[in-house]
């Protein structure tokens, strides 16, 4: 495993931007995520800082003045990471670092340090790592000393080659070899799922911390991590599960974030394989959060990326028990009333009409409305397996026997 730049409770200040794609309102929610993945990282979050900035400084990303007020707040206050919301260049990641003399990580690579610290098989490893080597590679600056030299030193440099090019030399091996190490496993992965069988195969997809895997317990009676922090999950697990009397295959994997690293998508593609494989997806939205319709988008612009946008699915709006919609006082005449303000019955209306019928709202937690999930579970299972299987329709009658 690559040595990890672990946040252990480390005073963690965040730099976000507004700007013509971004407004204030949304580079305030941006960073509050930004917030929650370093509280997830074990950071805690004292100061953030904004700037209304059209073109980010192709040095420095934000202008030199507000750079010197992150400089002079880093120094007061003993702060050990500034994060940035936006994918900092590797020539401005240097320069900030020099300015600021502390650890400065953007989105990604803060991203990467979680699913390192979460990684627990050793596929997951492998795969984090070459994510990791991947982003670090552009970034290297001679400071790869605690690398195994196998291959270079003495004798073995060409002429005029530099230490960095020599362990760029490193890292490339290593991504060669960690590559390989993942086509093995692939390999194998791919067999047991080809020994699966006819059963037909549903994935749970969704941005994280959503409640996919509390609504897998739910339905698989098992005990899968669930918790309050993003990217519980990072493994895959695959159960049977039988409703009615119609069994079938449920995978959970990881969750889907805004900016995903890409190199993180690259490496994970076996993991989500259970994706690109399954016949149906089940799209588990967070109704109670804020920002659910760019969760939607962001989650589907991944499966367009790995081509199962096009999957039957099943919208699964989830923790209707949380949700609140924002009121307007009855004195209030100024405020315009906006989908923020729409009730529960509303948003139904607007994702039946939206998904042609092919949406669901539920609470997981408090198991409201599992009953209508499993009906519905069951009639697009069945209608999959019977396209499948033709001869088998009449062991699974349309509608799930109360
Ligand atoms: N209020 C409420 N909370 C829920 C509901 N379902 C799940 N949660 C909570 O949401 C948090 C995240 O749940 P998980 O099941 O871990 O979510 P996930 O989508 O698997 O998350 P990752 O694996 O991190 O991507 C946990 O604290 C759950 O208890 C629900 O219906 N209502
Ligand atoms: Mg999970």
Redesign the pocket.
């Known amino acids: 495993m690559l040595e990890k730049k672990t946040l252990v409770v480390e005073n963690t200040v965040l730099v976000g931007i507004i700007n013509a794609q971004q407004d204030e309102d949304q580079s305030k929610e941006y960073l509050d995520e930004l917030a929650f993945l370093a509280l997830t990282a074990g950071g805690k979050v004292i100061k953030r800082f904004t700037q209304k900035i059209s073109l980010p400084n192709p040095k420095t990303f934000i202008g030199s003045g507000k750079l010197a007020e992150v400089e002079l707040f880093v120094k007061e206050n003993d702060v050990s990471t500034v994060v940035f919301d936006d994918e900092l260049s590797p020539a401005q990641q240097n320069n900030i670092e020099k300015t600021l003399k502390c650890k400065i990580l953007d989105r990604t690579g803060l991203i990467l340090d979680i699913f390192a610290q979460r990684a627990q098989t050793s596929y997951a490893r492998t795969q984090v790592e070459l994510a990791q080597y991947q982003y670090l590679l552009p970034r290297l600056k001679g400071l790869w000393t605690h690398l195994e030299r196998q291959k270079g030193g003495i004798g073995m440099r060409g002429p005029g080659e530099t230490e960095i090019e020599t362990d760029r030399r490193i890292v490339r091996d290593k991504i060669t070899l960690l590559k390989k190490k993942l086509t093995v496993i692939d390999k194998q992965m791919a067999t047991q799922r080809g020994n699966r069988g006819a059963l037909v195969r549903v994935a749970l997809v969704?941005?994280?911390?959503?409640?996919?895997?509390?609504?897998?317990?739910v339905l698989s009676k098992s005990k899968?991590?669930?918790?309050?922090?993003?990217?519980?999950?990072l493994d895959t697990t695959v159960r049977k599960v039988v409703i009615g009397n119609l069994p079938f295959l449920l995978s959970?994997t990881?969750?889907f974030i805004r900016k995903l690293p890409t190199q993180l998508v690259e490496s994970f593609k076996s993991t989500l394989d259970e994706v690109i494989e399954a016949d149906l997806l089940l799209h588990?939205v967070?109704i109670?959060h804020p920002n659910f319709e760019e969760h939607i988008a962001s989650v589907n612009q991944i499966l367009q990326e790995i081509e199962s946008l096009d999957k039957p699915t099943l919208m699964v709006f989830?923790?209707?028990?949380?949700y609140a919609p924002e009121v307007i006082e009855e004195d209030d005449l100024f405020t315009e009333r906006t989908s923020k303000h729409y009730t529960l019955e509303e948003w139904e209306d607007t994702w039946m009409a939206k998904m042609n019928g092919n949406a669901l709202f539920?609470?997981?937690?408090?198991k409201s409305n599992l009953e209508e999930f499993r009906q519905r579970a069951y009639a697009a299972i069945r209608d999959i397996h019977v396209t499948h299987f033709p001869y088998n329709h009449f062991l699974y009658p349309e509608g799930l026997e109360e």
């Open positions: 969704g941005y994280t911390n959503v409640g996919k895997s509390t609504l897998m317990n899968v991590f669930a918790e309050n922090k993003l990217f519980a999950t959970d990881v969750g588990v967070d109670a989830n923790k209707i028990d949380a539920i609470s997981a937690l408090n």
